[in-house]
Nanobody
Framework: QVQLVESGGALVQPGGSLRLSCVAS????????VGWFRQAPGKDREMVAA????????YYTDSMKGRSTISRDIGKNTVYLQMNSLKPEDTAIYYC????????????????WGQGTQVTVSS
């Protein structure tokens, strides 16, 4: 059974940083893509960044481009999202997800989802 567990969300002041982690279990990675998404209250879930598991290629959307870095540790089956210069509009639940279609941007192509971790940016 595939399980994705996100962690690292917290309350942080504007301008602060956080590193989110996503640990995958019960899954044998081959050529999948892993994405980080976020959903703010009353808004649609949107992609933040994605990474290919094997080639380590990355993709960033405009939502946090220049302020975030996605990376993965194959040995730990873990994907990270480093977020810097956080703003109040970054407040959301952050989710990681696996796409068997590889490194893709379309949300509907992600097959497995975690339960999310809350990030709140406020002074």
């Amino acid at each position: 059974q595939v399980q994705l567990v996100e962690s690292g969300g917290a309350l942080v002041q504007p301008g602060g940083s956080l590193r989110l982690s996503c640990v995958a279990s019960g899954y044998n990675f081959k050529n999948e893509g892993v994405g980080w998404f976020r959903q703010a209250p009353g808004k649609d879930r949107e992609m933040v960044a994605a990474i290919s598991w094997r080639g380590s290629n990355t993709y960033y959307t405009d939502s946090m481009k220049g302020r975030s870095t996605i990376s993965r540790d194959i040995g730990k089956n873990t994907v990270y999202l480093q977020m810097n210069s956080l703003k109040p509009e970054d407040t959301a639940i952050y989710y990681c997800a696996i796409s068997t279609a590889g490194l893709v941007a379309a949300k509907h192509l992600y097959n497995y989802w975690g339960q999310g971790t809350q990030v709140t940016v406020s002074s």
